[in-house]
């Protein structure tokens, strides 16, 4: 079976089925999380990025980031 | 006084003028019978009256009547008289078994062929209290029905008619997968046989095995782009704060169903949604509104993605069933709830 199931709750017989996914939607679901996933590591990396500028700066400053959040309040 | 054959000169007594006169007015000499009787010819122009508590039959035979020879026929006893077609043919737009005290003229276009008209009024076929006169292949009746039901049309009842109870107004919520169906260990949940004019679904403490996997709500599991939405589905910095800017969409349209929310990973925090549908038992055009809280793009549990929308849907046929999916991975968490009112 495949790791992609559907199941099926039939409100009026009370049963429940399970479905494996075809080939083609198991092939669409890892096409979605491998998008999924590249998404996330690019916006990560961006963030990873974003974090270093502003400790740049901070570190320009003498100030730790508690004592940004404590000047903005 | 039966047929004759008068001659030139033949002088009728006073008796027999009588009984002419009594023929003439649809009476006149009477057979009287107690068993069943095969008519003669001698018949022509008089009374044939059947008197029995048994049933009992007249029968009308070819070669022994002419064109316009009439005989009057009468059952006055309890048992039902048939008049009944031997080498004749006999018709009727009446019926041919008579009843006691039932009666007519049975009228011959030819030697062989003759006609009844009957002198008795169709009968009715009610017989009891509440009875409704109705018709199938005949006179038919239809029974009371029971207190409070309403009169309805069936075509699948012999008379086209039924008693049914009358359709009820609105009801409240009832909840269609009693104690909710988890959503764990598959990555569509599709609850089916769903019959009902509005629909609200519920998930509940939702996660994914992929993070920041979409949450949606699919009518009729469609994933063709029918859903049009406005409202804000806002995606927030990987910190959350107060000052935080939402981006904020105008119009949102979706092939992937209604979007509730992304979900964490590994149940590091649980994420829900809501979605109301209205008109679900008519097809066309529907109104929902949709709301849930999602995670950062990060895969933290801080519920940053938030989801508020309100649109149309448009549909060819009613909803039967509500499908909560995934795009990525398969719920490891969560609970669906599906609410459903006429």
Same mark, same amino acid.
């Given at each position: 079976?495949?790791?992609?199931?559907?199941?099926?709750?039939?409100?009026?017989?009370?049963?429940?089925?399970?479905?494996?996914?075809?080939?083609?939607?198991?092939?669409?679901?890892?096409?979605?999380?491998?998008?999924?996933?590249?998404?996330?590591?690019?916006?990560?990396?961006?963030?990873?990025?974003?974090?270093?500028?502003?400790?740049?700066?901070?570190?320009?400053?003498?100030?730790?980031?508690?004592?940004?959040?404590?000047?903005?309040? | 006084?039966?047929?004759?054959?008068?001659?030139?000169?033949?002088?009728?007594?006073?008796?027999?003028?009588?009984?002419?006169?009594?023929?003439?007015?649809?009476?006149?000499?009477?057979?009287?019978?107690?068993?069943?009787?095969?008519?003669?010819?001698?018949?022509?122009?008089?009374?044939?009256?059947?008197?029995?508590?048994?049933?009992?039959?007249?029968?009308?035979?070819?070669?022994?009547?002419?064109?316009?020879?009439?005989?009057?026929?009468?059952?006055?006893?309890?048992?039902?008289?048939?008049?009944?077609?031997?080498?004749?043919?006999?018709?009727?737009?009446?019926?041919?078994?008579?009843?006691?005290?039932?009666?007519?003229?049975?009228?011959?276009?030819?030697?062989?062929?003759?006609?009844?008209?009957?002198?008795?009024?169709?009968?009715?076929?009610?017989?009891?209290?509440?009875?409704?006169?109705?018709?199938?292949?005949?006179?038919?009746?239809?029974?009371?029905?029971?207190?409070?039901?309403?009169?309805?049309?069936?075509?699948?009842?012999?008379?086209?008619?039924?008693? $049914?109870?009358? #359709?009820?107004?609105? &009801? @409240?919520?009832?909840?269609? =997968?009693? *104690? /909710?169906?988890?959503?764990?260990? %598959? !990555?569509?949940?599709?609850?089916?046989?769903?019959?009902?004019?509005?629909?609200?679904?519920?998930?509940?403490?939702?996660?994914?095995?992929?993070?920041?996997?979409?949450?949606?709500?699919?009518?009729?599991?469609?994933?063709?782009?029918?859903?049009?939405?406005?409202?804000?589905?806002?995606?927030?910095?990987?910190?959350?704060?107060?000052?935080?800017?939402?981006?904020?969409?105008?119009?949102?349209?979706?092939?992937?169903?209604?979007?509730?929310?992304?979900?964490?990973?590994?149940?590091?925090?649980?994420?829900?949604?809501?979605?109301?549908?209205?008109?679900?038992?008519?097809?066309?055009?529907?109104?929902?509104?949709?709301?849930?809280?999602? $995670?950062?793009? #990060?895969?933290?549990? &801080? @519920?940053?993605?938030?989801? =508020?929308? *309100? /649109?149309?849907?448009?549909?060819? %046929? !009613?909803?039967?069933?509500?499908?909560?999916?995934?795009?990525?991975?398969?719920?490891?968490?969560?609970?669906?709830?599906?609410?459903?009112?006429?």
């Amino acid at each position: 079976m495949t790791k992609y199931v559907e199941k099926i709750f039939d409100i009026e017989t009370g049963e429940e089925t399970i479905r494996p996914y075809t080939a083609a939607e198991v092939a669409e679901m890892e096409n979605n999380e491998a998008e999924l996933k590249a998404k996330l590591a690019t916006i990560h990396a961006e963030q990873l990025a974003k974090d270093a500028a502003r400790q740049v700066v901070l570190d320009k400053l003498g100030l730790s980031a508690d004592d940004i959040a404590a000047l903005l309040g | 006084m039966a047929k004759q054959t008068f001659t030139t000169g033949q002088v009728l007594s006073a008796a027999q003028m009588t009984s002419l006169q009594q023929t003439a007015m649809g009476g006149g000499s009477t057979t009287a019978k107690t068993t069943s009787y095969v008519l003669v010819a001698a018949d022509a122009g008089t009374v044939v009256q059947m008197n029995s508590a048994s049933a009992t039959t007249i029968t009308v035979n070819t070669a022994l009547f002419a064109a316009g020879d009439t005989v009057q026929i009468q059952n006055v006893g309890a048992g039902v008289c048939t008049i009944t077609a031997g080498t004749a043919t006999v018709s009727t737009s009446a019926v041919l078994t008579l009843k006691q005290y039932d009666g007519g003229t049975l009228y011959f276009n030819s030697t062989s062929a003759a006609i009844f008209f009957s002198s008795d009024a169709a009968d009715s076929p009610l017989t009891t209290k509440g009875d409704l006169f109705t018709y199938s292949t005949a006179n038919d009746r239809l029974a009371v029905g029971a207190n409070a039901t309403v009169l309805t049309a069936d075509s699948t009842t012999a008379t086209g008619l039924k008693w $049914a109870t009358a #359709s009820s107004g609105a &009801t @409240g919520w009832t909840l269609l =997968n009693a *104690g /909710g169906t988890a959503l764990t260990g %598959a !990555a569509t949940i599709t609850i089916s046989s769903i019959s009902a004019k509005q629909i609200m679904v519920l998930v509940l403490n939702a996660s994914s095995t992929v993070a920041s996997a979409a949450m949606y709500i699919r009518p009729n599991s469609l994933t063709t782009a029918i859903y049009d939405a406005f409202g804000n589905a806002g995606n927030g910095s990987s910190t959350y704060s107060g000052s935080t800017i939402f981006d904020k969409r105008c119009l949102y349209q979706s092939s992937n169903g209604i979007p509730i929310g992304d979900m964490p990973n590994a149940v590091t925090g649980l994420v829900g949604g809501y979605v109301f549908i209205d008109k679900t038992d008519q097809t066309g055009y529907k109104n929902f509104t949709a709301s849930g809280s999602g $995670a950062d793009n #990060s895969g933290s549990s &801080t @519920g940053e993605v938030i989801y =508020n929308l *309100g /649109g149309i849907l448009e549909m060819s %046929a !009613a909803v039967t069933s509500i499908t909560v999916a995934t795009t990525s991975g398969n719920f490891d968490a969560g609970t669906v709830y599906v609410f459903g009112a006429n």
